[in-house]
């Protein structure tokens, strides 16, 4: 079977992110880096893969993005991906979740997956829709936030946590499932596999190698439009202590505390 | 007809999620302002008086899905997206949670819709819905709007409050095919309680630990914190909770419970938007981090800049000194 992740490229955590106030977009021209929830998707599937209950032939890695995106697809590679499909095209600029959760299903369906696997959410947009969107583009039962899969026959068995506490739900294939960070522990990549990532194949496809009739996608197919960006209402900024001193810090805690008479 | 359709969550027992109320109410001021009414959905095992009792909401009409199933999002897209085509509601609207994200985000492909999530408040402008979405870490909100109908909002926890009235609500049973792919999940359990059932919501005082604690053995360390204190009790992040650090019921946020005790001392937690929703109404707020930059410190009145393994047990000997 075929696992296929999607991944995102985002600014880098170091970053100060911020929108420009002239696109209304998120402003991408610092150091970007490979979403950081995606590596537990990435780690998830080589889990799978090394499980041996599933006969795992090829994980791929997909992601929709500019040039630079290339990295992140690079990075997952190092991960464990065997290659890489990149959905790149101008129309695709200023693409919401709607637009962004169709071009995203559209280039899936290329590689017809059994098991799509992404993150529990973007660092940058933060939206934590896109698995749903995708999943019902493509007709398969979906679920977001799992922290435990088990292989159960030809199912796969999830943990998450919901509104009452923790559900386990069965999910027949194909199907499309978003990971939780606590799901697993990302390993960190080899020298090997780093240099090795460069070799591996990666796909570059226009819109139009997918099927995406650009009229659906970007700011065109996009039906949400930002009006405005406002600074939230100021709240008085908290006092801070560094700790040097430890004895010293936390007798200001204490005075701090007794003054709200919390002790 | 235009109008605001509003997904109800229940639990298995029937009682509505308070959050849902919350968008329940929030639905009917704004389709009164708007000239237009709001609805409810409700799917699975209601009776009828749980579901025309919806009224006190606001609401003028209640549509049940009696087949399908409560609990999973795909098969509530399916009865959702049929009652907004069926009678041309031009928002959706869901309290926060979870499965109203993911509702929501089946109902964006479905129907090719707009939709905003984490909104903290829905206003009208020019006959039309505008959600204020907080970006980048709160950092700045952003007047989001919908380009075609309907518009879905999914609402951040605890954005909007519960408003109760009188006056009961018509019952609508609706029949609803399921699409092939949502019978494919199926709920094996739902609602599961892991861990000890601690009480968190009568304390004054809340210890909450996260990741930074390092291993459960940490939270030894904040429970004799709490116990330092009157009245002091151990609150949990859902990274120590899903790793099984501590129990579900001391969770707070998104997915867990709201507090607002007299303190809230966070040691070792990031203060992400999905903890700081169930907990930045506390009377004071006090964090400590070994990293100067996290988002805690956005939120707190006191911060304190250091690693915890250093500063909490003297904090615990020095209150307990105090109080002699
Ligand atoms: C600050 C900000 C706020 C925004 N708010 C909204 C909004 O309110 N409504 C709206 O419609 N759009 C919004 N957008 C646009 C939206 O973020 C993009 O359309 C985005 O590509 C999808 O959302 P996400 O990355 O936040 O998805 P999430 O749902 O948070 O991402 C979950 C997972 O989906 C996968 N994924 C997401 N994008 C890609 C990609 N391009 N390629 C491969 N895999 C991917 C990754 O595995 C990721 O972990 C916003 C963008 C920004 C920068
Ligand atoms: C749909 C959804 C629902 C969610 N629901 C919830 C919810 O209900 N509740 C919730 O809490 N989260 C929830 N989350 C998860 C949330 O986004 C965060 O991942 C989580 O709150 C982080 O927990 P944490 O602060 O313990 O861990 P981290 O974010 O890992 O933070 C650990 C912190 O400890 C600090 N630290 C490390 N070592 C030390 C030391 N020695 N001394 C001092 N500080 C130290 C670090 O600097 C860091 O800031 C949800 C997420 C999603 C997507």
Known sequence: MKICVLVKDVPDAAVQKRIDPGTMRLDRSGENTLNPFDTHAIEAAMQLKEGGELQVDEIVAVTMGTDTAARALQKAVALGADRSVHLSDASLAGSDVCATGLALAKVLESESPDLVLLGQQSDDGECYTIGAVVADHLKMPSLTQVIDMKVDGDKIRCERQAEYGYDTVALALPAVISVGDAINEPRYPSLKAIMGAKKKPLDSKSAGDVGIDAGQVGEAGSQTTVLALNDPPQKEAGEIIEDEDTAETVEKIVAWLEERKLI | ?324
């Open chain 2, 1 to 324: 007809m235009a109008g605001i359709l509003v997904y109800a969550l229940h639990d298995d027992e029937g009682n509505f999620n308070k959050n849902s109320l919350g968008a329940l109410s929030e639905a009917a001021k704004l389709a009164g302002e708007l000239g237009t009414e709001a609805a409810a959905i409700v799917v699975g095992d209601v009776s009828d008086d749980g579901a025309a009792g919806l009224g006190k909401y606001g609401v003028t009409k209640v549509y049940r899905a009696k087949n399908v199933p409560e609990g999973l999002a795909q098969p509530i897209v399916d009865a959702m997206a049929k009652v907004i085509q069926d009678n041309g509601y031009t928002y959706a609207l869901f309290g926060g949670g979870l499965l109203g994200f993911e509702i929501g985000a089946g109902l964006t492909a479905r129907l090719g819709a707009g939709v905003t999530m984490e909104v903290t408040k829905v206003k009208v402008d020019g006959g039309k819905l505008v959600s204020e979405r907080p970006i980048l870490q709160d950092s700045k909100i952003a007047d989001v709007g919908y380009v075609s109908e309907p518009g879905i909002i999914i609402g951040r926890l605890n954005a909007f409050d519960v408003v109760e009235g009188s006056g009961t609500a018509e019952v609508v049973d609706v029949d609803v095919e399921l699409s092939e792919w949502s019978t494919k999940a199926e709920m094996i359990t739902r609602g599961e309680q892991r861990g000890a059932d601690v009480d968190i919501e009568a304390a004054d005082i809340l210890i909450g630990g996260g990741r930074g604690l390092g291993s459960a053995d940490g939270f030894k360390d904040c429970e004799e914190l709490a116990g330092a204190f009157d009245n002091g009790a151990v609150a949990a992040t859902r990274a120590v909770v899903d790793a099984g650090w501590y129990p579900y019921a001391a969770q707070i946020g998104q997915t867990g419970k709201t507090v607002a005790p007299k303190l809230y001392l966070a040691v070792g937690v990031s203060g992400a938007i999905q903890h700081k929703v169930g907990m930045q109404n506390s009377e004071n707020i006090v964090a400590i981090n070994k990293d100067a930059n996290a988002p805690i410190f956005e939120f707190s009145d006191l911060g304190i800049v250091g690693d915890l393994n250093k500063i909490m047990p003297k904090l615990t000997e020095a209150i307990k000194a105090k109080k002699g």
